[in-house]
């Protein structure tokens, strides 16, 4: 029975230091598409705020009968994707979809875990010019002070920590966007980018004190409680 009480203190105590999602300040989602063949040309934009999540926009044109593009932009919660498509015969042709994402928070101390996933596909058909390509760039910032900056063009996993000794002002920036152009050729890419930010704080002060003086004055009070709890 005592044996089963320190159990469960110990798991109160831990269950209080595992890391959480963590709950950004503000937000803002921007996705946008536009495309073009030709003297032609579609664009649409939209952001949340004001709008609420999902976001989706998209564009489509054409320029005679085997010139086309298209392209769109996607965000929710956590995700971001985009497509770019373009065809041309003759008529120069570029699709290009994006999405963003921008959150502020004040966290710490304790370690900051950033994930996120990032999975792209690309074509080309054609003798003639044509260009498909998709990009992540990912800034996280603390207290003024740059802890992560980088891009990628293929697919990549990424997974790591951040210590942050106290608390911290700081934003998590992801740009996501693909192009496809072409002349005479034909071109498409998608992408998406999954991601999230956690937070494993600092035990409280006052927790741990608690644990320190409960189990030994359970020993100090209790005759024969460390031979009990051993099972002896």
Same mark, same amino acid.
């Given at each position: 029975m005592l044996r089963i009480f320190v159990v469960l203190l110990l798991s109160v105590v831990t269950s209080d230091v595992q890391a959480a999602l963590l709950v950004f300040s503000s937000t803002e989602y921007q996705v946008g598409a536009h495309a073009a063949a030709g003297? =032609?040309?579609?664009? /649409?934009?939209?952001?949340?705020p004001p709008h609420p999540l999902p976001l989706?926009?998209?564009?489509?044109?054409?320029?005679? *009968?085997?010139? /086309?593009?298209?392209?769109?932009?996607?965000?929710?919660?956590? %995700?971001l994707a985009a497509s770019?498509?373009?065809?041309? %015969?003759?008529?120069?042709t570029v699709g290009f979809g994006g999405g963003? $994402?921008?959150?502020? $928070?004040?966290?710490? @101390?304790?370690? &900051?875990?950033?994930?996120?996933?990032?999975?792209?596909?690309?074509r080309v058909l054609g003798a003639g010019n044509a260009q498909a390509d998709a990009k992540l760039t990912v800034t996280l910032i603390s207290n003024g002070e740059t802890l992560y900056t980088e891009s990628f063009e293929a697919p990549n996993i990424v997974s790591t920590?951040?210590?942050? @000794?106290?608390?911290?002002?700081?934003?998590? =920036?992801? *740009?996501? $966007?693909?192009?496809?152009? #072409? #002349?005479?050729?034909?071109?498409?890419?998608?992408?998406?980018? /999954? $991601?999230?930010?956690?937070?494993? +704080?600092? +035990?409280? +002060?006052?927790?741990?004190?608690?644990? &320190?003086?409960?189990? @030994?004055?359970?020993?100090? &009070?209790? @005759?024969?409680?460390g031979s009990r709890l051993l099972g002896k």
């Open positions: 003297s =032609n040309m579609d664009e /649409h934009l939209d952001s949340s989706s926009a998209s564009a489509v044109v054409t320029a005679g *009968v085997d010139n /086309h593009a298209s392209a769109s932009g996607f965000a929710d919660d956590g %995700v770019a498509e373009s065809g041309s %015969v003759g008529t120069d963003s $994402f921008l959150g502020t $928070f004040n966290a710490g @101390p304790g370690t &900051l875990q950033l994930h996120f996933q990032f999975d792209t596909s690309s920590t951040f210590e942050l @000794p106290e608390s911290s002002a700081g934003s998590l =920036n992801f *740009v996501l $966007f693909n192009l496809a152009s #072409s #002349s005479d050729a034909s071109a498409s890419d998608s992408s998406a980018a /999954h $991601f999230q930010l956690s937070l494993e +704080p600092v +035990p409280e +002060p006052s927790i741990v004190a608690a644990m &320190l003086i409960a189990i @030994p004055l359970m020993l100090a &009070l209790l @005759p024969g409680f």
